[in-house]
């Protein structure tokens, strides 16, 4: 089944302790990208990554690193999570086409509290 | 800067109503518009792309059409599980390709 997969898929951690949340997606995507939903703010990308270790910022990129090593990778690092950043989390992936139309998949996200 | 606005922010329905979503946007040159339902605390699922004014897409009980300045997502004779939020967004049609997300239109479908 074609698939974005993420994990955890619920998070409680404290302030700067640093952690890991893994994308992965089996549909050979070369674009993948991190959002973040919040109430009031809708979905906002943090990162997105265009191919193998080709990534760059999103609207709010802030606090956060990505790597891009495998194409069926993409994983968001908080080195130093903050209240702030308490928020439920989507990787999402699409082939990278000629137009922007490309349609963008969304594994079932993860939500993070920092306490 | 692109911006895209739904209504209503919300909407009840008896099974059965059928209804009208609207998503109206502004941005520099139509480069299509998606579709997606989102189930709470999951991730969005993608229902439709729109590419061009007049184009129309179906899919069971929901009917997308789009205009040159807005979208709507019709809703036929809905069932309780239609229950969702539904979201619109613009491609960006930059290196980014980062998706412009409507606020969504939360629906409840009522037997």
């Known amino acids: 089944e074609a698939q974005v997969t993420q994990n955890p898929r619920y998070l409680i951690t404290v302030t700067g302790k640093k952690l890991t949340v893994t994308c992965s997606q089996n549909?050979?995507?070369?674009?993948m990208s991190w959002y973040r939903q919040d109430p009031g703010l809708g979905l906002r990308q943090i990162y997105y990554?265009?191919?193998?270790?080709?990534?760059d910022k999103g609207d709010v990129p802030e606090g956060y690193k990505v790597s891009r090593k495998e194409k069926r990778n993409f994983p968001l690092i908080l080195e130093s999570p903050s209240p702030n950043q308490t928020s439920l989390y989507f990787c999402?992936?699409?082939?990278?086409?000629?137009?922007?139309?490309?349609?963008?998949?969304f594994g079932p996200g993860t939500r993070l509290t920092v306490l | 800067e692109d911006q895209v606005t739904q209504s209503p922010e919300a909407l009840r329905l008896q099974e059965g109503e059928s209804s009208s979503l609207n998503c109206s946007y502004t941005?520099?040159?139509?480069?299509?518009l998606f579709w997606y339902r989102q189930d709470p605390g999951k991730g969005p699922e993608f229902l439709f792309t729109?590419?061009?004014a007049g184009e129309e897409k179906e899919k069971e009980r929901l009917k997308a059409t789009l205009t040159k300045k807005e979208s709507f997502l019709h809703i036929t004779a809905p069932k309780p599980e239609d229950s969702a939020t539904y979201l619109c967004?613009?491609?960006?049609?930059?290196?980014?390709?980062?998706?412009?997300f409507g606020s969504g239109t939360r629906l409840q479908v009522q037997p």
């Open positions: 999402a992936s699409s082939l990278w086409g000629q137009t922007a139309t490309d349609t963008q998949y």
């Open positions: 549909m050979n995507h070369e674009y």
């Open positions: 990554s265009m191919n193998v270790e080709v990534t």
């Open positions: 941005v520099s040159g139509l480069r299509g």
């Open positions: 729109l590419y061009s």
């Open positions: 967004a613009d491609p960006n049609d930059t290196g980014r390709r980062a998706l412009t």
